[in-house]
């Protein structure tokens, strides 16, 4: 009988993963190439003086792709990990003093509401049907359906139902008109930043978003979220991918509009007509595929997704007013949008705080936390701060800002060790542009069609997945973005 052929994926991010695990589970024997030492990609940790961080992804939603995926494998989520559905989503934290824990139970969720605003506990109820109705119209076409390309979005049923999905008008201005409460129309505004994009650009549509963290739950798999990665790396070698970690793709080579191998940095030239890319694909244009400059320019005129600025900060004591995910609230939201959108640095930005020991003692020294922070900022292209000399001041500010706002008194004599992640740096470990956490922005109601498909439209056999690509950025959707890829292909 003769053998199927080799598929060659390029990345061990989610996405590639996903896409390797499916393809071999399948049957088609399946290469994995992978730069860094390790799979994972932006999921990944740091270790250092006892403790433990995850140093990317820290929510988990939507637990049943991730089942679906080790399904395809013979195994499951139950069987492969401890995932807890965490009591409360986030806790918001305002300099105001106003504090809203999102309970994932419904009745400790409508208490909390009410502290804030009586009259917005409707609201919600009406906000959440509205969200959740905005999920069941794209679900399955926009996540679930792998795409040939923006037009096959398109049909009689997408054009009835568009206007339904509310893409005329901002998320801010849809959030608006249900909210009273400021500090909840701020909750519920956060979510644009799910995919790296602003509530004030946004379109509506994206509230969909909130139905998926209120609705559909927030959880954290014990051990930590790099246990994801240690789980598929065990699965891609059980159903046989050939793993080939620290080496570089350093090209993808075609003939004729198809593609023919690819080469990589220890000197090997792969025959394969079967290539998918978890490279971004502009990166993967630019440089990996001769002749894909143009394309690559042209992808580049797309605004990108906001970066991140991580620190990473071990703390001798806790601080209780931390949940495990906890937000510090900037004062004034638009104008941090706007400094973002320009391409500034904000004077008092949104800090984003989780830590694990909640879960998992042993991420710290006794009696200490592993704080990791994030705040949303500019991608680097395009920008001009200076994050060399920029970054200790401005995690300095952050650690000030949390003592003197949101009363985390003694922050900085608190602190052991302290490790950051400039944009460039997400940049240069993960090969993503301007050290975009999400590939392209959506910031526009078109934007959903300007996301790379999973299918080259030019060179036969090239296939692209994650979070560059449909159906976008997160851990599920770069797994979802990694099934489709093996599905066009087998
Ligand atoms: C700070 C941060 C916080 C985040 N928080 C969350 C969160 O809380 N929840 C959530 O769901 N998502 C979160 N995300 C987003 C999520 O991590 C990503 O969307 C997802 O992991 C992207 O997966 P991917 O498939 O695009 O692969 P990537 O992670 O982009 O990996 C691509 C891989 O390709 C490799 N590669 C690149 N070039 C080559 C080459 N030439 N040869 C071989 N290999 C190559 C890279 O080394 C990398 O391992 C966060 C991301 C970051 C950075």
């Not at 730069?35 to 929510?59: C, E």
């Not at 096959?152 to 959030?175: C, E, F, I, Y």
């Not at 701020?186 to 209120?214: D, K």
């Not at 080469?263 to 394969?272: C, P």
């Amino acid at each position: 009988m003769q053998q199927a052929e080799r598929v060659v994926v390029v990345g061990g991010g989610l996405g590639g993963v996903a896409a390797a695990i499916r393809c071999a589970a399948a049957g088609r024997p399946t290469t994995l190439i992978e730069a860094r030492p390790t799979l994972g990609g932006k999921l990944n940790i740091m270790r250092d003086q006892g403790f433990v961080w995850d140093i990317g992804p820290s929510l988990l939603t939507m637990p049943w792709v991730l089942d679906d995926l080790l399904q395809a494998a013979g195994s499951s989520l139950a069987a492969e990990l401890d995932v807890v559905a965490l009591p409360s989503a986030c806790r918001y934290l305002w300099a105001d003093g106003t504090q809203f824990d999102a309970m994932t139970s419904l009745p400790a969720l409508i208490r909390n509401i009410a502290t804030i605003n009586p009259r917005d506990v409707g609201n919600f109820m009406r906000f959440m049907t509205y969200a959740q109705q905005l999920w069941d119209l794209s679900a399955d076409k926009f996540l679930y359906t792998p795409i040939a390309g923006w037009q096959s979005m398109l049909d009689w049923q997408m054009l009835r139902n568009g206007w339904r999905l509310d893409g005329l008008r901002t998320m801010d201005g849809a959030v608006r008109s249900f909210f009273e409460s400021p500090h909840l129309q701020q909750v519920m505004n956060r979510f644009a930043t799910y995919n790296g994009s602003s509530p004030y650009r946004t379109p509506a549509t994206f509230n969909l978003i909130a139905w998926a963290e209120f609705g559909l739950g927030a959880f954290y798999p014990r051990g930590g979220l790099y246990r994801i990665a240690e789980v598929l790396h065990a699965t891609a070698q059980r159903v046989g991918v050939d793993i080939r970690t620290a080496t570089t793709v350093t090209g993808i080579q075609h003939q004729h509009g198809r593609v023919c191998g690819v080469t990589t940095s220890d000197g090997d030239a792969i025959a394969t007509q079967r290539v998918i890319s978890n490279v971004d694909p502009q990166v993967t244009l630019a440089t990996l595929l001769a002749g894909g400059a143009a394309r690559a320019q042209r992808l580049a005129r797309h605004e990108l997704s906001t970066s991140g600025f991580v620190v990473l900060w071990g703390l001798r004591e806790r601080y209780a007013q931390i949940d495990h995910h906890t937000v510090c609230f900037s004062p004034n939201y638009r104008a941090e949008f706007a400094d973002t959108d320009a391409g500034r640095l904000h004077a008092t930005p949104t800090i984003y705080l989780n830590h694990t020991v909640g879960y998992d003692l042993d991420h710290a020294p006794l009696g200490g936390q592993n704080i990791f922070a994030l705040v949303n900022v500019p991608a680097t292209r395009g920008c001009q701060i200076d994050w060399p000399n920029m970054a200790a001041g401005y995690a300095d500010l952050m650690a000030s800002q949390l003592e003197t706002h949101f009363g985390l008194t003694g922050f900085r004599q608190n602190i052991v060790v302290q490790h950051i992640l400039t944009p460039h740096d997400l940049a240069q470990l993960y090969n993503a542009p301007g050290g975009s956490i999400y590939g392209l922005a959506s910031n526009t109601t078109l934007s959903a069609f300007m996301r790379p498909a999973q299918r080259d439209p030019q060179i036969a056999g090239l296939y692209y997945c994650g979070g560059g690509t449909h159906p976008g950025g997160g851990i599920p959707l770069a797994l979802l973005s990694g099934k489709h890829a093996a599905q066009l292909v087998m």
